[in-house]
């Protein structure tokens, strides 16, 4: 446990879920293909940068269900504005969440034993 809470941290602050030292992104949006301390790939098959987006995609969702429910409950005489209100929050915060549900995917992804140096090896 004390393994996942750690490389899910990492993930989350930018660094390698691995070994905490390298950086996980050289532009806000864009992963490094490997890690500039340990060498490990960051996607070692394709299509492993869908659970980030996932993540992202689902709570940013939740974010819009909950923010839709209170919104109605709360003020219903002003929806149209609300729901302005509401869109643009949903926007911001699923730009600016993808960053680390990007690197919480790949904490997970050393849990399940997906990301390491081992399965890098063996792909080449």
């Not at 659970?51 to 709570?59: C, D, F, Q, S, Y």
């Amino acid at each position: 446990m004390k393994r996942f809470l750690l490389s899910v941290w990492r993930g989350l602050i930018g660094r390698c879920p691995l070994c905490g030292r390298g950086k996980l992104f050289y532009a806000y949006y864009k992963v490094r293909d490997r890690c500039d301390h340990c060498g490990v790939r960051f996607e070692p098959t394709s299509g492993q940068s869908t659970g980030g987006m996932a993540i992202n995609l689902v709570l940013t969702m939740f974010l819009g269900f909950v923010g839709g429910i209170l919104l109605v409950l709360r003020y219903p005489d002003s929806l149209f504005a609300g729901l302005a209100a509401l869109l643009a929050v949903m926007a911001v915060f699923h730009i600016v969440f993808y960053r680390f549900a990007r690197g919480f995917w790949l904490g997970i992804m050393v849990m399940t034993g997906d990301l390491s140096h081992d399965r890098d090896d063996e792909l080449g």
